[in-house]
């Protein structure tokens, strides 16, 4: 049994892939390790042309249900490996499943970049997150750090503090990458601090977060500092070591595409979305992205076919 | 008094692009002959992700209700020439007014060739379609007429026999134009016909497509035959005339951009959506190169602020 098509990813990119070679009558599975992902995490989205404003959730699950019209196969299995095969490509789940197909378009997004310091992935789940939106409720009355200045880590801080007593912004460079906008409403909320020139070095614990080390490189000193979270935006990285076989990766590390046809560069593996090399981490743009795989994935298997 | 950014086209592209820079803050006028265009005609519309079954005018109702959330001027006027100036451009129109702006989006989009026969404008929407992929899956088990022998004209009839069970293609000329390899998969499907030296004159019908009348002109002999579908295929034509000083063109006519960033080959002048060289005319393809030319647009206009 060999699939004509395996989407590997259940975002915005995933999805309409999913939609778009469902309608083509491609024999499709798609497989996610869940359908949450960055979309599903969003507090609210304001710029998916058609909804106003609705959670990335509820935006996420209207995509799914969209899906479900079609015929289409869903698992939720992680994909960990691809594989060239001689009828085309084999992928490896996390549980040592595996599945054989023709073409693949890989859509598996981004996951959050680490700190990677000591103390980070011990207390992860115990006062360490990488979503304020799931996890904000539990901080109640608390004080959190949120690991970086730009827009996500402002957008964090606003969110946590409508439960968390307070939040200080740790910022490496001398001042913040967020937009003015975004700066004066948690300068108006009073309860953000910023704290600017300063590096995270190490979270500590007995079970659970109470302090973190950081050193201000301004004045070259370093702090402990008690606090019960730590919340880290500080970007993200594409999750595409499944096919670092397969494809080549621009200097960040995103998936190369031909632009016109999502191709990378081994003829029918195509990638969408935020994993690859497009400009712009957009759920509109993914969304589109996805159907142009789709689109080019089900020409490449009709040329196949008459080869 | 000058624009940053004036958006050429009321259609998935300029409304996005609107909605973008409107978020962007970036001073801008939309300028578009209607807010109708090809996405307002489609029957129904199952491909944009997150409304699994919508009528094209009721979508675009709600791209608009969209745009209006934000501090965006529009105006219903058509553009009809572009100049370059020293402070960026100028846009003429119709109506002898003009408009100045530092850059300028263009997504007029395309218009579909039209026979320009007795009824077809009457039973648009009632079994005569200029989209096959949107409209395909309402014929299921009827028979329907392909106008155009060309690569697009075999291509509707092979999307159409996926649902219909027959289709006929109407060709004018003694042979059709279509590469081989396509008409030797029509013929393969056993379900699409080619009738040779016709021409279509007439669509007859009681509120929907009953009949067309056609003359064999080596015959030199009319016809009527019962149809439940006519697809019109005889091309169709980018509205680009307005910027044809500025941009390039590929073979087909479409408007050339960088796919990254939808820039013409002019700086300042970006195109998005069914009017450029981009493969596959999407509403959500169309919808996401309107965010990207925005997107694009502002990073000019924050360069040149610099310069």
Redesign the interface.
């Known amino acids: 049994m060999i699939y004509d098509l395996i989407i590997v990813g259940g975002g915005?990119a995933g999805?309409?892939a999913g939609?778009?070679a469902a309608?083509k009558?491609v024999k499709t599975l798609l497989l996610t390790s869940d359908f949450v992902g960055q979309t599903g995490k969003a507090l609210h989205v304001?710029?998916?042309?058609?909804?106003?404003s609705i959670s990335g959730n509820e935006?996420l699950q209207?995509?799914i249900?969209?899906l479900r019209?079609f015929e289409i196969e869903t698992r939720e299995q992680e994909a960990v490996e691809v594989k060239k095969t001689d009828q085309g490509f084999k992928i490896i789940t996390k549980d040592n499943g595996s599945f054989a197909t023709k073409a693949i378009i890989i859509a598996s997004g981004r996951s959050p970049r680490m700190l990677n310091v000591v103390g980070e992935e011990e207390f992860i789940g115990k006062g360490v997150s990488y979503c304020p939106l799931c996890d904000a409720a539990f901080f109640k009355d608390k004080r959190v750090i949120v690991v970086g200045g730009g827009n996500s880590g402002f957008g964090a801080a606003m969110e946590l503090i409508r439960y968390a007593s307070k939040a200080f912004i740790f910022e490496f460079a001398p001042q913040v990458r967020a937009d003015e906008i975004i700066q004066e409403q948690a300068k108006a909320s009073g309860k953000i601090e910023v704290f600017l020139n300063v590096q995270l070095k190490e979270i500590k614990g007995k079970g659970k977060v109470e302090s973190v080390v950081y050193r201000n490189h301004a004045e070259k000193k370093e702090y402990e500092m008690p606090i019960e979270g730590v919340f880290v935006e500080i970007g993200s990285v594409p999750a595409s070591n499944l096919v670092k076989e397969l494809v080549d990766f621009s200097e960040t590390g995103d998936v190369k595409i031909d632009?016109?046809?999502c191709q990378t560069r081994t003829p029918g593996v195509f990638a969408a979305g935020d994993i690859t090399n497009?400009?712009?981490k957009?759920i509109?743009?993914a969304?589109?992205?996805g159907?142009?795989a789709a689109?080019?994935a089900h020409e490449y298997l009709e040329h196949e076919k008459?080869n």
Chains 1, 2 share one sequence.
């Open positions: 915005p999805i309409t939609i778009y309608r009558k304001e710029n998916y042309p058609g909804f106003k935006l209207r995509f249900e969209h019209q632009p016109w046809t497009i400009r712009h957009q509109i743009i969304a589109a992205e159907a142009k689109l080019s008459q």
